[in-house]
Each structure stands twice: as C-alpha cells, then as structure tokens.
C-alpha cells in the first residue's frame, strides 16, 4: 500500500505484476495515465484527484479487462474517441474535469453502465441529458455519430448505426520508505494513493 506517501516517482516495477487487480494512485501528481501491462486480470485502476490532462491513446489497449475507471478531479479537457476500446468498463468517473463533451463514439461502450460527469463545463451535452442518466448520454451519443460514406460502401450501416448518420494530504511519510515498496508477481493490489507521484515508470 502506498497510500498518502508522497512519492515523485512510483517505486514499484509493476510491469511483470501480472495477477494485479487493483490500481490505486489517487490523491498525487500524476499528469498522465501510468504506462502499465499489467496483464489482463486488472479490473480497477484509481486515478482520482491527480494533475491528468489528456489520455494516451496507447495505454488505452493495455487496460481492456477494466470494469472500473476513475478519472475524477483531474484536469481532463477531452477524451479521445479511442476511450471506446475499453469495452468492459462499467464505471467510469469523468467528474470534476474541464471537459466541455464528449466523444459520439463513446455511446458505442457496450457494457458502460455508470457514467459520472458532474462538475464539468459541458456545453455539447444538455443538462437535460445528462439528467436522465447514463442510458440516455449514451444514446445521445450515438444519435451524434457520423459514419463516412466511403465507410458505408466498405461494410455497410450497422443496425445500432442506421439511425446515426445524421445526425494533498495532512502527513507525509518518508518517500524513501515508499521507494523501497515492492510488487511480486503475486500482488493482486497496489495503493499507490496521496503519493504525489508524477508519473509511474516501467
């Protein structure tokens, strides 16, 4: 657990932590989303209250098996289309942002079924929307997708398509202590919270 350490730099090597379930790096100073490969067994990745100001379309294929995703009271100002490759997310906490929208593709979530915006500067999304939940942001989402015409003649209109063309903490601990943290292959969850990291290095 690495919970309120204030670490600049993750002392861990979490490359090989392949049975890792469990990302907590809340509360630091992260600026980016950690460049992990974790394996496919990571389920949770906890990066509320850091510096985050865009997501790296690249890390996105490493997190497919993620249920939960949070991203609150980062510094977001969008999401990239690509978001829409994780499909297994469920949860995803995108409050407390910069985000003035959102990404049509992002309707194409299939198993997204908590979608937390509240505290953003959306002007794309009317509250009336957002009010009625995440169900219908995402239809609403979907209803915004414009598909190419050079798309059309290679694989044709899917059905969910056709109607879519149109349209900082109180302690510190030593950071020393927390450098020597290590995580076995084993390791099935890693807290990484209120560390001030900037970044979680391979």
């Not at 398509?161 to 020393?176: C, G, I, L």
Request: glycine share 4%; with cysteine.
């Amino acid at each position: 657990m690495l919970y309120k350490k204030c670490l600049l730099v993750s002392p861990l090597y979490v490359e090989g932590a392949y049975n890792l379930v469990v990302l907590d790096g809340r509360q630091n100073r992260l600026s980016h989303i950690p460049k992990l490969k974790p394996g496919k067994c990571l389920k949770e990745l906890l990066l509320g209250e850091n510096c985050i100001c865009e997501l790296d379309c690249e890390m996105m294929a490493c997190y497919t098996s993620l249920i939960l995703l949070d991203l609150r009271s980062n510094a977001l100002k969008e999401v990239p289309e690509d978001i829409s490759s994780l499909t297994s997310v469920e949860r995803l906490d995108l409050s407390n942002n910069h985000l003035t929208g959102l990404p049509p593709k992002m309707g194409l979530m299939p198993n997204l079924k908590n979608l937390t915006l509240e505290g953003n500067p959306l002007k794309t999304l009317r509250i009336a929307i957002i009010k009625k939940g995440t169900f219908e942001i995402l239809k609403y989402l979907r209803s915004r997708i414009v598909v190419e015409p050079e798309e059309i003649s290679q694989s044709g209109p899917t059905p969910s398509h056709a109607s879519s063309t149109k349209q900082q903490t109180d302690s510190v601990p030593d950071v020393a202590e927390c450098r020597n943290t290590e995580v076995g292959p084993e390791s099935k969850t890693v807290k990484l919270s209120k560390c001030n990291l900037t970044e979680v290095p391979q």
